[in-house]
């Protein structure tokens, strides 16, 4: 079965990807071949939401901000003046909030 690279992709064209396969897995009769294609790239955009939702958020001193390790480097480096900002306070604050639930 064919992997399917979907790291490139912007959040937002992740989620319409999915809904229209969805849309056609709806449409696909049972049974059929073209299921199987189809449910492999909804697993393979469903890893890629799931892993970039546990990836932390690191922020820069100009606000930009992003789950890419490597886009952040890079924003450093032709930023020589921005630093990152320590969230530390507000994950823990984070956890306070969780706790009185």
Same mark, same amino acid.
Do not use: K, N
């Given at each position: 079965?064919? @992997?399917?690279?979907?790291?490139?992709? =912007?959040?937002?064209?992740? !989620?319409?990807? /999915?809904?229209?396969?969805?849309? +056609?897995?709806?449409?696909?009769? =049972?049974?059929? &071949? #073209? /299921?199987?294609? #189809?449910?492999? &790239?909804?697993?393979?955009? @469903?890893? %890629?939401?799931? %892993?970039?939702? +546990?990836? =932390?958020?690191?922020?820069?001193?100009?606000? $930009? +901000?992003?789950? @890419? @390790?490597?886009? $952040?480097?890079?924003?450093?480096? %032709?930023? =020589?003046?921005?630093?990152?900002? !320590?969230? +530390?306070?507000?994950? %823990?604050?984070? $956890?306070?909030?969780? !706790?009185?639930?």
């Amino acid at each position: 079965m064919r @992997d399917y690279d979907v790291q490139g992709m =912007p959040a937002g064209e992740l !989620d319409r990807t /999915r809904r229209d396969l969805a849309a +056609s897995l709806a449409l696909a009769r =049972p049974g059929s &071949h #073209i /299921r199987a294609p #189809i449910m492999a &790239h909804i697993s393979a955009i @469903d890893a %890629e939401l799931a %892993e970039r939702a +546990s990836a =932390p958020l690191r922020v820069c001193s100009c606000r $930009f +901000s992003t789950t @890419d @390790d490597a886009w $952040f480097d890079g924003h450093l480096w %032709e930023h =020589p003046g921005h630093i990152e900002r !320590d969230l +530390s306070r507000y994950q %823990e604050l984070a $956890f306070v909030v969780v !706790d009185r639930c």
